[in-house]
């Protein structure tokens, strides 16, 4: 899949994160993080995204995650939904990722 | 006998056996106080009026290195702290111990102080926001001494605080020091944590907003209490100082920890007739009153007297009959203020009768059933009302460790989780109540008994809520949630957490990488 757009998924509301995706073409992978819960969860939750974006096959990225105390399947709904639509996608094949 | 003519000419015997008298040296001799100038109906009133803080200050001879101390009745609305700690700095006073009874949001202002070493020590119940932070990262030199309300109040009465200036913001007084704190614009209801200081402090200056008539009655701080009175255009903002009648939650999860929490206590054996309670003023526990009362009502219970923060809940539950008496150290809401200053049976209290545990008898010791809150609870039910998850200060001892050891039932409820943090943890950051004094954790998902309460657990084995082991809910947690990494501290230790009768419960560090 290729990033063509700025995708944005979720919000700032508490249990949730609200992530932004942009093409960041033939420079892998620019993940940046801010959360409430960093000190505990940052490792985690950077694991998710990268797992995540491995599943979607995405190598050239820029994710900015704005997280505040979301779960893991949250954060990886949340970024599916934006890598989707930043690549223009129609169809979502929400189970093959599963 | 040897004898002395005192100042009317009267013969007084020097000694009788070995009690040495002292002979009568005029009506006025000893007695500084006393208006000299009896019959000069000219002069003005006597009163204790100063003009600005600045000569109450000055007056009260602070000096570099004393204590001061001020109480937290105005919560978030507070202004006297933050203008009395100005004139203090501008008077290039230097290393004063702050035993404030708690710190607010507002008191952030306290920062400048401390980095110009106008403020060197800390004692307090609690503190939040950026102060909180400040303190957690690791800025102030000496540590500060966290204490629950019944141990400052054991500590100022037994000397280990020395209160050398209380400075008091009070909602009324007259020009003699007679205060209360239901009149006025900015009334806070009971000023308990007031009245302990007022009595213990060497020197006392009231501020206040409202100028009240002699006498000032009822009054909770009395006139021969008080050295300096200095009138102020406002003690505090009334918006933030309380706020309307606590609605219920409409929060779903709240409502499902209070119908837990009160399903609990109505099946326990404390559930009688007469019984006394004590709640607090968070979501969940406002609800739980609320369920609690439906029970109350159908089983033909009334509670004889309710202990603490006063809400208009509370409130609501005495003037229907629900509850007898009311005992007030800290007054919530505007409802409870109401009721404080216009109810005979809704009693003002100071934080010695309260909580105090080395006084001959408080409050909290005879009290059947609290309700209470926590950050944390981990797997000894020991319980961290102080830090939050990520290690920094963001919360207060209060009367938590008091009540839970004091009460027949303490229940401490609380969601889960929240948002990505389990409330129950192998081990707490930080512990203001030990575990053995915790009797029963409530949350959304389940409830569990302390297994030291055998006597419960065999109770309730006949009784179908969800009970689980502390481990059982902590494996609910981590499922939804992970596991945290730890957090990392410092070994410098920025906080000391007193036990109410003064040992040290726990030490709070620095974390690392807090700017």
Redesign the interface.
């Known amino acids: 899949m290729k990033i063509i757009k700025t995708g944005m998924a979720g919000s700032l509301e ?2 949730d994160v609200l992530i932004t995706v942009d093409s960041n073409t033939g420079k892998g992978r620019n993940i940046s993080l801010e959360s ?2 960093k ?6 939750i950077l694991k998710v995204v990268e797992h995540t974006l491995d599943l979607l096959e995405i190598s050239d990225v820029t994710v900015r995650l704005e997280d ?5 399947c949250t954060i990886r709904s949340r970024l599916e939904a934006a890598v989707y639509r930043a690549a223009g996608s129609e169809t979502y094949p929400w189970e093959s990722l599963t | 006998m040897k004898m002395n003519k005192n100042s009317i000419g009267r013969e007084i015997p020097e000694k009788i056996g070995k009690l040495k008298l002292s002979p009568f040296e005029g009506a006025f001799a000893h007695t500084p106080l006393v208006r000299q100038d009896k019959g000069n109906r000219r002069l003005p009133r006597l009163n204790k009026l100063v003009d600005t803080i600045e000569q109450a200050v000055l007056k009260s001879e602070l000096k570099d290195g004393m204590t001061i101390s001020f109480h937290h009745h105005f919560r978030a609305g507070d202004y006297v702290l933050n203008m009395v700690m100005d004139v203090i700095s501008n008077l290039g006073i230097k290393d004063i111990t702050l035993a404030s009874s708690s710190l607010t949001t507002v008191h952030d202002e306290l920062i400048p102080h401390i980095k110009k070493g106008t403020v060197t020590h800390i004692i307090t119940s609690g503190m939040r926001g950026k102060l909180a932070e400040f303190i957690s990262a690791g800025h102030m030199e000496e540590p500060v001494l966290f204490h629950s309300h019944g141990g400052r109040a054991r500590a100022v009465e037994e000397g280990e605080i020395k209160i050398d200036v209380a400075f008091l913001g009070v909602p009324s007084c007259d020009v003699y020091g007679n205060a209360n704190g239901y009149t006025g614009p900015s009334a806070c209801g009971s000023l308990g944590y007031a009245k302990v200081d007022a009595k213990y402090a060497d020197k006392v200056v009231l501020l206040t907003d409202y100028l009240a008539e002699y006498p000032n009655t009822p009054f909770s701080i009395d006139q021969d209490m008080v050295d300096y009175i200095v009138k102020v255009d406002a003690v505090g903002d009334p918006e933030k100082i309380s706020t309307g009648a606590t609605r219920i939650t409409r929060n779903p999860r709240d409502l499902l920890i209070a119908q837990n929490a009160a399903d609990f206590i109505a099946a326990s054996p404390y559930f009688e007739d007469g019984f006394s309670l004590q709640t607090g003023s968070g979501g969940a526990s406002l609800a739980t009153t609320r369920y609690l009362t439906e029970y109350m009502e159908a089983r033909n219970i009334k509670a004889s007297w309710a202990l603490g923060g006063i809400t208009g809940q509370i409130v609501k539950m005495h003037e229907a009959g629900l509850i007898k008496k009311l005992l007030d150290v800290q007054s919530f809401d505007r409802e409870a203020i109401r009721s404080i200053g216009e109810n005979r049976l809704h009693t003002e209290i100071d934080a010695s009768y309260y909580a105090n545990p080395l006084n001959k008898g408080c409050a909290v010791n005879k009290l059947n059933v609290v309700i209470l809150s926590a950050l944390e609870i981990d797997l000894d039910f020991n319980v961290n009302v102080l830090t939050g ?3 920094v200060i963001m919360g207060a001892s209060g009367g938590h460790s008091d009540t839970a050891v004091g009460s027949g039932l303490s229940v401490i409820v609380a969601p889960l989780i ?4 389990s409330t129950v943890t192998k081990r707490a950051l930080s512990v203001v109540t030990p575990g053995e004094s915790v009797d029963v954790f409530v949350s959304d998902r389940g409830i569990a008994i302390n297994p030291r309460r055998k006597d419960l657990i065999e109770h309730f084995c006949d009784v179908r809520l969800p009970f689980h082991t502390m481990e059982e809910l902590l494996d609910k947690a981590e499922r ?3 596991r ?2 730890p ?2 501290f410092t070994d410098k230790v920025v906080g000391l957490i007193e036990y109410r009768d003064g040992t040290i419960i726990d030490v709070v560090r620095q974390v690392k990488g807090l700017e």
């Open positions: 508490s249990s409430t819960v000190r505990q969860y940052g490792k985690q505040k105390g979301a779960l893991d | 998850s990520d290690g929240r948002g990505r943090t939804l949630v992970g945290p990494d957090i990392e």
